[in-house]
């Protein structure tokens, strides 16, 4: 992974606060180390995992031997109470289609993404050899289709929930919640993206002082307000930071930080794919 462009990427996420302009923090980093909170393409969280030669199969097999229910529909909303589908390319680039009817792909990810993850969507639904996929791409909420044959399914028991208006995020593990921490959100001139948006990139920041603190999770979600921001596009992540006082507050440019410590158990608690609902 390339320094510059991590650290640009994080620039571009809008996470700056009102008392830290995004670029001098960057240009202040440009000599911190950033590594992933574990290999690309590895999971610890997730409930199961398989090969997936049809949507409905996979996801029935997982669930039946996972978490001992009976075999599912072809509807990924037959999921078990906070269960989600997650599903990462293989090898080759992931093809995706505007319907399963269309015979030529809007266009392919790579297995990889530019940081030098396994590339991940979030599964919305199915149908027999399908899934209809949330993008890492604006608009924030679009979607297209997979071939299942084209990628691995697993199960992610974990959800985070972010409400703005009450500066909270709340962790849920299988529908329940397991933990609730205060969170700085996006001022009002650039305010948070709400919807249905997962995790990309978990990226451990060193040293672990700077604006961005300990760790910082990259979002499939973007800026409704800014198109660019630095040198890049403007994602929007959670992340820890060193202005511990902004925590409760709407200080941003649209990213959700948090103390370290509580990014430092997302770290040990999210694997890649998990849905971040932002309200």
Known sequence: ????????????????SVRHAPAAAAAGHQSA?????WRPGGSRSAVASAGAT?????????????????PLGADV?????????????????????????????????????PFGFTQVFLVKRSIRGWLEVYLPVRPNDATAWVRASSVRVRLDQ??????????????????????HA????????????????YVLEELRMTPSTGPYGTYAFGLSAYSNVLT??????????????DEPWTIGENTS?????????????LARTLPLGTPVQIV
């Open 158 to 179: 974990y959800r985070v929930i972010v409400d703005t208006a009450r500066h909270e995020l709340t962790i849920l593990r299988a529908g329940r919640a397991v933990m």
């Open 54 to 70: 049809g949507a409905t199969t996979a996801i029935a097999s997982l669930a039946s031997r996972a978490l001992g229910v009976e």
């Open 253 to 265: 440019n649209g990213c959700i930080h948090m103390s370290d410590t509580v990014a430092d158990e």
């Open 228 to 241: 660019t921001f630095g040198s890049g596009d403007a994602q929007v992540a959670l992340h820890g930071t």
């Open 182 to 197: 205060p969170v700085g959100v996006g001022k009002a001139a650039t305010p948070t993206p709400h919807g249905l948006f």
């Open 33 to 37: 180390r950033l590594a992933p909170v």
């Open 77 to 113: 909303g037959g999921l078990p109470r906070g269960v989600s589908a997650v599903a990462s390319a293989v090898a080759g680039p992931v093809a995706v289609y505007a319907s399963p009817h269309d015979p030529v792909s809007d266009r392919q990810f790579p297995s990889r993404n």
């Open 1 to 16: 992974m390339m320094l510059a462009a991590l650290v640009a990427a994080l620039v571009a996420a809008g996470c700056g």
